[in-house]
């Protein structure tokens, strides 16, 4: 069992920045793939970011070069660094972690932080 805590979210204007964190349970240094991911109202859940223990990153197209995901493995928590916010980067967003535990692919959601963006 994985527990993941968001913190950071919050309400920013257009063109801001905000960092959002994902604290967990276990060494993220074992858990295969950490992701954050996004759901707006009336729509539904998606990929923002992702990043394996073996460094690898992937991105949204909507958010490449905006958004930045990155890991404190001391710290066990993963991070996304969000620039040149928009009121369509409005939505709650998502801690997810998967492990591949030898018999299939195990899959842990954190609570949900709310990123507000307008003016």
């Known amino acids: 069992q994985v527990q993941l805590v968001e913190s950071g979210g919050g309400l920013v204007q257009p063109g801001g920045s905000l960092r959002l964190s994902c604290a967990a349970s276990a060494i993220i240094s074992n858990i295969n793939v950490m992701g954050w991911y996004r759901q707006a109202p009336g729509k539904e859940r998606e990929l923002v970011a992702s990043?394996?223990?073996?460094?690898?990153?992937n991105y949204a197209d909507s958010v490449k070069g905006r958004f930045t995901i990155s890991r404190d493995n001391a710290k066990n928590t993963v991070y996304l660094q969000m620039s040149s916010l928009s009121p369509e980067d409005t939505a709650v967003y998502y801690c997810?972690?998967?492990?591949?535990?030898?018999?299939?692919?195990?899959?842990?959601w954190g609570q949900g932080t709310q990123v507000t963006i307008s003016s």
């Open positions: 990043t394996t223990n073996v460094g690898t990153t």
């Open positions: 997810n972690a998967k492990l591949w535990r030898g018999s299939g692919w195990f899959a842990y």
